[in-house]
């Protein structure tokens, strides 16, 4: 009996393999010497500096994997084992807690694990320390950026930008006036350790109204023990004669409580392009922040401030006396107005100022419930100078002032290891003040904003091979407006027909109407990915999403300054209806690596500006620029490839393509990013003492561009002729190289300082840029050498 009993154990089939990689789950870098071992068993394996291993040897049946490290407390998992089978793990590498880590959004888990995401790592947020998150972006595939000048860049995804694009900063909506293309980001790049973009709006906690994508900066991780670190970043740059400064410090204990400050300092004098110096152009920026909380893993408080205030200088030759001398320089290669290098900023120019409270309670029950939470105050002040004479000089032309209070409390249910929920409410009370006392006509009106609404997202992982994910959100935003409208422009503009319960009262040549909109906007997606084999992964996902018209595509009315145009809005926008797909198939195996990304989207009432004629005031000539709405087709595809051609040589390839069509008027729509792509190849030193990286930029021209050149009457010798006004044609392509060289002090492995010399534009390219407004009146600038010292303490 003894030896028939035995025989089933004889003939098990023990011939099956587990493999994988190990990974940071902060920042997603492979774990080297993590064990993973079976329970009971002396069966176990080490992984790679790759942060893969294998698992050789293996019964069928059910085993209890233990993944372990040094510097992490183990994670468990019991898995069934009936054939090969390839399985990932995240360990957090910088921190001891426990198994449990779903406490804070803080922590770089996937946001969507269908609709594709793509990151900043910490090298590359340190590199970009002296610009903005706009510039950093800008290295990733489908992301390009908007500017106004040098200095003021937006983040583009897809061809959408503004409204369009949410950002999270340490678990908040960003709630600045973001409506405008020349309004950068209120944010410190270097508040943040990690960055992620996620193509499409898939996090729908933090609203359903941003089809372009999301954008989420995390800070620096807790240390749960008593430490005490920092860094402190220089740089120092030739074009524009300035530099910046950057320093951090972080203190934890190891009863929870922690405090980390942070200041960054910014200045840089007027830049220049290969030939000339683009005057006014200089920038000083000056940002602080800090953090109070305590966390004994299963609840905590935190909060946090920040205070970030720049000044920016706007071209000087892009205001303009008067149509004919508008003319001139639309069609001049060089800048009207060329003075002399200085550091000094006048009009015209922005000044910005944003203040960020944030209030954060936690708490965990039943092992598998966690709520939080959150309650935020922001101000941001927005000033915009003119070009005044006398004692008006230092009275701005804009003087906005934005209060933004927002509620939010969810609650986590991890029902089972495959089955996560989250549900959560949110009210939002935004109060817009625009200053009479300017003098001039204000752009944008006095308004109340109020926003409620709920969302509930679930998400089924049964294993490391399939993901399925969905979310349903629902928002209401309602508009309470005081605005002051020419009585001409009132009737013109048919409002009298269409509003007139809006209308108060008649001041002589002035109407006061009090406007109240309301939106009702839902937002819904799913996806789901799984992998094809060993080397292959593929997800599809689809995210339909609402949104409603923003503050300046409603209300603005009269001339913006930072951008040189008079802009009007339109009463009659409604809101924005965009179905979005999205399909990724990538290879993670192997010496290529790599991803390709079409989408495709179908946008209804997709609202857009775009240039209408010239307009003559008593502050010089300027583009009339208009808000309209159509439907529109966006498609297109990202491309990413990483070739390892052996420890030492790396080839990095990206590549977008965008294609948009206005359906209504059947054109291609205006403002949309042309081809672009960009290959760096990186040598390592075999003792990883330095590296070198070549970078390419390539940027086609757009060819695709709807013609909205019109006509102006000018004096000509003692006649009025009729001139064509050329704003539609984009700049020819281009392509410039950079240069960077790090070298590595001390431990190679665990360097504390990084010197960094990095060359910009080496070959000194001519060039302009389609996306940049300032494009009509000068080139880019010119070759920029830069100094980088990384000092971790």
Known sequence: MFFLKGIPLWSQDCDFVISGTINDLH????????IISIEGSDNFAQTQENGFYIL???????VNLKIEHTECNPIKKKVSIDENAILDFELEHHINE????????????????NAKESRLNRDQIVRFSSQSLGDALTTLAGVSSLKTGNAIAKPMIHGMYGSRVGIVANGVRLRDQEWGSDHAPNIDLNAFQNVQLVKGAAALKYGGDTPGGIIVLSPPKIILGDSLFGQTIINAATNGGGGSLTSKLMKSTSNGYYINGQLTAKRFGDLTTPEYVLSNTGMKEINVSFKLGRSIVIKGWELNYSRFQNETGILRAAHIGNIQDLLRALESNIPLRIEPFTYGISAPKQQGLHQNIHLIYFNQFKDNFKWQLDYNYQVNTRK?????RGVSVDIPAIDLKLQTQNVLANLKWNKTFSWEFEWGINAMLQDNFSNPNTGVKRLIPDYLKTELGSYFVGSYKPSNSFHWDWGIRLDQVDWDVQKYYGVSDWKTRGYDKVFPQFEVKETGTQILVNPKLKFINFAAQTGFSFEIGEQFETSFSYVLSQRSPNASELFSDGLHHSLATIEYGSLMLEKEISSKFLLSLSRTQGKLKGSVEPYFSRINNYIFIGPKGLQQTIRGAFPVWQYDATNALIWGVDASFDFNFSSQLNLDLNASYTRAQDLK?????????PFNSTQTIKYSSPKNRYDVEVVNHFVARQKRFP????????LSEGSIIEQLVDVSTPPKAYQNLDLFFSVYLGNPNKSKTILRFMIHNITQTKYRDYLN?????ANEIGRNFQFQLVYSY
């Open 27 to 34: 920042d997603g870098t492979p774990i080297y010497g993590a």
């Open 56 to 62: 050789e040897g293996l019964c069928s049946g059910s």
């Open 98 to 113: 426990l198994e449990e880590i779903i406490i804070s959004d803080n922590q770089l888990k996937g946001l969507n694990g």
């Open 384 to 388: 915009e100078f003119d070009v005044r």
């Open 665 to 673: 008027n059947e054109l291609p729509i205006i403002n949309i990013p």
């Open 707 to 714: 013609d909205l050149n019109f006509s102006v009457k000018t």
């Open 773 to 777: 407004r300032m494009r009509f009146y």
